[in-house]
Structures are given as C-alpha cells and as structure tokens.
C-alpha cells in the first residue's frame, strides 16, 4: 500500500512530512483528517494530533518520528546528514525552531484564521517572543547555502515550512514576519523553491488556506 498522509495543508508540522514524501520521491495519498479527539483519530494518532502516517505496519504520528521512518524506509536521497557534527546541528536547528518560533507564534493561530479575539497586547508580546527565538537562530544557522551548513537536511524543511506558516499567521494579522529581517534569509527561501517538493507544498498550503477563509467568509 502507499503511504497515507493525514492532516491539514495548511499545518507546517503536516507539510515538513510532506516535503520528506516528496524529496524522498515516495508515493503517497493526502487524506483530510483535522486534529480530533474522535476515537477513529486517536487510534491512529493517540493525542488526536496530525500530521499521522498509515503505512501497512500501522500508523505514526509526531512530525519528527516521521521523518526517522522515511529516512530509514528510503535512506536516499538523505534527509539527515551523515556527518555527527552536522547532524547535530540540523536537529538543534530543527529543535529551536519547533520551541522557540513555533510556540509563540501558534498563540495567534485561532485569531488568524478561526475567528478567535485576540489584542494589540497580545500580538506584541508574540512578536517579542518571536523576536528572541530569530536573535537564536540567527546565531546557530547559516543562510549561505543549507541552514545546518553544506547539506540539505530535515532543518531546512523545518526552516521553510516554519517560516512560510508565521508570513501566513501574522500576514493575515497585519503583521510582519521578524524571519525575513535576517540577512540572507530571502534568498535562502528563493533557493529553497526552487526544489519542487518546496514549491508545490508551499503553493498548496497558500491555495488551503485561501479555501479556507473564502469558506469561512461564505458562512460554510
């Protein structure tokens, strides 16, 4: 059987396994499935959490445990680099930006998109937050060529997806994005799209979330 992906496009989390699928040149059928506490979700994924996988073996969930069993499925082309040091790196990377950009900027979530209140006050202080966790990340990535250094790794997909989700988040808010204020970093995205997995998952989730709003505006 392929691959079953379950989840949302508009999720980063959902579209770093996606971009692995489509680097690793896997094959692979989307399904809708939001985060649920339904039992037919939570026997699939035990937090009601997306994105999850369905392979024949049975199903995994958690982005970072996906990217593992990709990995050792089909170990070329490599999305962790072989080197120990580099290795490292990616993951530190990957981590910082999961923790320290993720977090902050997911409290704005249901005010961009689901209707949600939220204030100038809160707004600020997620981009005070946000504005740490890029001063981080400006210290342990590079933007010259791959974020973790000369290998495409599972942090670049972190980077991208990450950064493509807070433009949508605070874009949506009237916000800038702190991200693109690092030097180098818009060429590195330029570089990135260029690698069709990075464009069709990026177009897609703009292309969801669009549908998503025009149907909320429509009252569906």
Known sequence: MSIKLMGVQ??????????????????FEEIYQPPSQEEDLLTKSPMGKIPVIEVAEGCISESGAILSYLERLQPEPALFPADPFTAGRAQQIHTFIDQYLDSPVRRLLGAAFFGAQTSPEEIEAVKQELAKGVRALKRIGSFDAYIAGATF??????????????????GTLGQGNPIAEIDGYSAYVARLMQRPAFAKTGADQSQALKK???ERAAGG
């Open 10 to 27: 508009i999720s980063n989390y959902y579209n770093v396994v996606k971009i692995g699928l489509l680097e690793k040149g896997l094959e």
């Open 153 to 170: 790794s599972h942090a670049d997909i972190a980077a991208f997806t990450q950064g493509h989700f807070i433009s949508l988040v605070l």
């Open 212 to 214: 998503m709003m025009a």
